[in-house]
């Protein structure tokens, strides 16, 4: 008896090769199904077609603009995680509303 994993891959595969021969110089990208803090990742959208969580075939521009943006939200989610302040968004904060006047953006930036 066949195993289940193989019965699939085995009725995939030929879908693969014929996108592989279709578009020879589409390159893949993954997309994951959790963020860094482990929320559904929903995907990225461009030009009005959502990308959803999975691997993808696309073109090279569209595959190079996914790449960014998911390093632009690894990015942000790494920023929740750093235990320092983020003096930058500190500051922007500071200009934006006055209240939080505990926070000094001419005090020197604290080194590691």
């Given amino acids: 008896m066949a195993n289940i994993g193989t019965k699939v891959a085995n009725e995939v595969a030929p879908e693969i090769q014929a996108l592989e021969n279709e ?11 959790r963020d ?3 929320y559904p990742f929903t995907g990225i959208g461009i030009n009005l077609v959502n990308y ?3 691997d993808h075939k696309v073109p090279p521009d ?4 996914i790449n960014e943006r ?3 939200a690894k990015a942000a ?3 929740i995680y750093n235990g320092r302040r983020d003096m930058k968004s500190l500051i ?4 934006n509303n006055p209240s939080y006047s505990y926070f000094d953006p001419n005090q020197p930036v604290p080194k590691n």
């Fill in 62 to 65: 569209i595959g190079k603009e």
């Fill in 52 to 54: 959803g969580p999975g």
């Fill in 77 to 79: 989610d790494l920023r």
């Fill in 92 to 95: 922007e904060l500071v200009k």
């Fill in 23 to 33: 578009h020879p110089d589409w390159v893949w990208v993954h997309i994951p199904d």
């Fill in 70 to 72: 998911l390093a632009i």
């Fill in 36 to 38: 860094l803090l482990d």
